[in-house]
């Protein structure tokens, strides 16, 4: 084979490569990799409304009354939009005694604890952007209803969804907005006794509170 055509062959050889080498070096440049935001704490307050505890007759219904809740919630990510994240709260609503047309009467007082943890879902956001999630979960709730100076205690597993947005503040610090549902049922026969399965309630929790990342 001719020498000369060897040797051209080779320049050509190296030149394409380099060629290559560079244009794959402009691209990884153009093409940052994934960054993974730094864990978080959220504390947080705001306004919860409860689902009937019990449908009595003729439109009557057992249930506690909207009130303030306080919470904390931790954010562990696993990814740029994937995060575990674990959560308690704590409101104190009055227990009610529903009635058509006149409302309802306030007639004991009901603590409840909310515990869980779960998946959220972030949007994928570049820079200081709103970031909105949505996150889903389980748990439970634990429920100390105390009516004329006698106190009952009962909890049941709940299943939790929500809808949220993180707003960037300054760094490290922003603004979380959000509103999550917490589904179960109250556990009658432990608080009363009474052999009777009370019906499913949607537990509607809307909050703004701080995200604190470090």
Do not use: C
Not at 73 to 82: D, F, I, K, V
Not at 122 to 134: E, K, M, N, Q, Y
């Amino acid at each position: 084979m001719n020498r000369k055509l060897v040797v051209a062959g080779l320049f050509a050889a190296f030149a394409v490569s380099a060629g290559t080498a560079d244009a794959q070096r402009r691209t990884s440049r153009r093409l940052p990799a994934e960054t993974v935001p730094a864990p978080s704490i959220s504390p947080y307050a705001g306004y919860m409304m409860f689902g009937d505890i019990v449908d009595g007759p003729l439109g009557t219904s057992l249930t506690s009354s909207s009130g303030s809740v306080f919470g904390v919630q931790g954010n562990l990510p696993l990814g740029s939009t994937l995060s575990v994240v674990g959560n308690v709260a704590y409101s104190q609503p009055d227990l009610r005694f529903g009635l058509p047309v006149i409302g309802g009467i306030n007639f004991g007082k009901s603590e409840i604890w909310m515990y869980d943890a779960g998946f959220q879902f972030s949007a994928p956001t570049t820079g200081r952007s709103i970031s909105p999630f949505v996150q889903v979960g389980a748990g439970g709730m634990s429920y100390n209803v105390t009516v004329a100076g006698v106190s009952t205690k009962a909890t049941n597993m709940a299943l939790n969804a929500g809808l949220g947005a993180d707003v960037p503040i300054a760094q490290n610090i922003g603004l979380r907005l959000f509103a999550k549902d917490y589904i179960g049922k109250f556990d009658v026969k432990e608080a009363a006794g009474i052999d009777y399965d009370a019906k499913t309630t949607h537990n509607l929790a809307l909050s703004a509170g701080l995200k604190l990342q470090f």
